[in-house]
């Protein structure tokens, strides 16, 4: 394989510390782009010797000039509470951000893949979500910014293609987990696991009805690369684990594998919080010859393995 310049905007967050290192280990060279709003300095710590990595502090809002092969466009936050904490800023990374990022992939004929979300379909009346349903999003609610900004960003990219012919690709990326979330992420699965291991009681929004799909990250990671390797295919396709859980049970889960003592103290529901939520695979299958491989059960012992090591 050759070596590439691959730019991983977001590059200190969640999915791009686990994109990085997959990448580097390849033989990459990685230019990380991160504004550190929710990436951690202390992930990419243990890249900073390696000649083949290079961090730029920079907010994709605004434009960067770089040479480089393959984006990654993962820039943006991607936990509730964190995009909600200044809605307008989350609104402009995807929107100016995957715009700055088609300029940069068109001057470079460069291939780019936009990290989309299974928050384009809202709180979806499809079950389970396949690439053709349109969605059932609120404009104007909590979760817009980062809903309606996602799917500009997607408008963005397939106008940038019929405009210019610029090589995009289209993750929509269900619930993800795996090493390196942030403790303080504020997601389902950090917040059990972390509130189990400080025998903190279990916070379930709502009566824990609602239901997700919870993907490994290295399943997910396998599925952003071979989709930037396809030759012919845009997508959007869904990438994520078809196993459905309700938030109950994964708390329960949660609870015997660290601590059946712990209590669980049950939350408002926040509001346009989506009802349930599962991946249809088909066309990740069939176009990525991609599936998940790793079993939420033996995810979380990964998972909690590593935040026994942080928190
Ligand atoms: N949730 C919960 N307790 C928490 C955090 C989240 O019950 O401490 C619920 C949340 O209301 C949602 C689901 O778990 O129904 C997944 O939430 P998360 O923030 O992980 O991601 P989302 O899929 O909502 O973007």
Redo the contacts with the bound molecule.
């Keep these: 394989m050759s070596k590439k310049r691959i730019l991983v905007t977001g590059g200190a967050g969640f999915l791009g510390t686990n994109l990085t290192a997959r990448l580097l280990n390849e033989g990459h060279h990685i230019i990380c782009v991160d504004n550190f709003l929710s990436g951690l300095k202390e992930h990419i710590v243990g890249f900073l010797d390696n000649p083949n990595y290079q961090l730029i502090e920079h907010d994709i809002i605004d434009p960067i000039d770089l040479e480089v092969d393959e984006i990654y466009n993962l820039a943006c936050a991607?936990?509730?509470?964190h995009y909600q904490a200044n809605p307008i800023h989350t609104t402009k990374t995807c929107v100016h951000g995957i715009l700055n990022m088609l300029e940069l992939a068109k001057k470079n004929n460069a291939r780019i893949m936009q990290a989309s979300t299974?928050?384009v379909y809202g709180d979806p009346e499809v079950h389970p979500q396949v690439e053709s349903y349109l969605g059932n999003v609120n404009p104007n609610g909590i979760r817009s910014c980062y809903d309606e900004g996602k799917r500009c960003a997607e408008s963005l990219c397939f106008d940038h293609q019929r405009m210019y012919g610029t090589n995009i690709k289209i993750a929509r990326i269900f619930?993800t987990y795996g090493p390196h979330m942030d403790p303080k992420d504020?997601?389902?699965?950090s917040?059990?696991i972390v509130?189990s291991l400080r025998d903190e009681p279990?916070?379930?929004?709502?009566d824990?009805s609602?239901t997700?799909s919870f993907c490994y990250v290295d399943d997910l990671i396998e599925g952003f690369i071979r989709l930037m390797a396809s030759e012919n295919f845009t997508g959007p396709v869904n990438l994520g684990n078809p196993v459905e859980f309700t938030?109950k049970e994964?708390?329960e889960k949660t609870l015997q594998m660290i601590n059946p003592e712990a209590q669980v103290s049950y939350?408002p529901?926040?509001s346009d919080?989506?009802t349930k939520?599962k991946p249809d695979i088909t066309l990740a299958k069939s176009k990525l010859g991609w599936e998940p491989s790793i079993a939420l059960d033996d995810g979380l012992i990964k998972t909690i393995e590593y935040f026994k090591s942080v928190v």
Aim: glycine share 12%; no cysteine.
């Design positions: 991607g936990s509730p509470p299974s928050e619930n504020g997601r389902v699965v917040n059990f509130q279990l916070t379930v929004y709502g824990g609602q997700r938030v994964l708390a939350l529901l926040p919080d989506p939520r």
